[in-house]
């Protein structure tokens, strides 16, 4: 079987989105395919490692990976992407061969706390729940800043939009802009 990210994409599908495992065909490079999930999902998590179980394994970091191979898994690698857990490797089958293995698991992702007392999920902009969790309390103008004047000596107006007015414009001492 050659892989490339078109077959891993066929192998997900043949999985489902919210779980599932196979035992894939004993040739295929297992290392390719880590590889080729961590090209696209990032550095993997080691679960298992020579058939020893990492302790620290539990439902919020990928346990529900290990369920379908019980015992058997050798080497497993997963990764969390977004609600669902990915994880290739190798386990033994029925038979006690090693054979490279793909599974998928649903992730429970956490929700943010409310930063409002009351708060419902639909009332509130996610800007608003940003400013309330980072405590950022500045206004959305810059009062200390004479805007008319600035375009006056840059010799160019300026866009109009209230993140461009939100920066803090600071000149070096020695210098301040003039126009042309």
Same mark, same amino acid.
């Given at each position: 079987?050659?892989?490339?990210?078109?077959?891993?994409?066929?192998?997900?599908?043949?999985?489902?989105?919210?779980?599932?495992?196979?035992?894939?065909?004993?040739?295929?490079?297992?290392?390719?395919?880590?590889?080729?999930?961590?090209?696209?999902?990032?550095?993997?998590?080691?679960?298992?490692?020579?058939?020893?179980?990492?302790?620290?394994?539990?439902?919020?970091?990928?346990?529900?990976?290990?369920?379908?191979?019980?015992?058997?898994?050798?080497?497993?690698?997963?990764?969390?992407?977004?609600?669902?857990?990915?994880?290739?490797?190798?386990?033994?089958?029925?038979?006690?061969?090693?054979?490279?293995?793909?599974?998928?698991?649903?992730?429970?992702?956490?929700?943010?706390?409310?930063?409002?007392?009351?708060?419902? &999920?639909? #009332?509130?902009?996610? $800007? *608003?729940?940003?400013? !309330?969790?980072?405590?950022?309390?500045? +206004?959305?103008? @810059?009062? &200390?800043? #004479?805007?008319?004047? $600035? *375009?006056?000596?840059? !010799?160019?107006?300026?866009?109009?939009? +209230?993140?461009? @007015?939100?920066?803090?414009?600071?000149?070096?001492?020695?210098?301040?802009?003039?126009?042309?």
């Amino acid at each position: 079987m050659e892989l490339t990210q078109t077959a891993v994409d066929e192998l997900l599908a043949r999985l489902g989105p919210y779980g599932g495992h196979m035992y894939l065909p004993g040739d295929l490079d297992v290392h390719e395919l880590t590889d080729l999930l961590g090209s696209r999902y990032g550095a993997p998590r080691t679960l298992v490692l020579d058939g020893f179980t990492d302790p620290t394994v539990d439902e919020s970091r990928g346990a529900d990976l290990l369920v379908p191979f019980l015992d058997r898994a050798v080497t497993i690698r997963a990764w969390a992407y977004a609600d669902q857990w990915i994880a290739t490797g190798t386990a033994r089958d029925a038979e006690g061969a090693e054979r490279p293995v793909l599974a998928v698991a649903h992730r429970e992702v956490p929700r943010p706390l409310a930063v409002f007392p009351g708060e419902d &999920d639909e #009332d509130v902009d996610w $800007l *608003e729940r940003l400013k !309330g969790i980072t405590g950022w309390t500045r +206004s959305d103008q @810059r009062p &200390d800043v #004479d805007w008319a004047a $600035l *375009e006056s000596r840059l !010799g160019t107006a300026l866009p109009a939009d +209230s993140w461009t @007015r939100s920066i803090p414009i600071r000149w070096p001492a020695t210098s301040t802009p003039t126009g042309s």
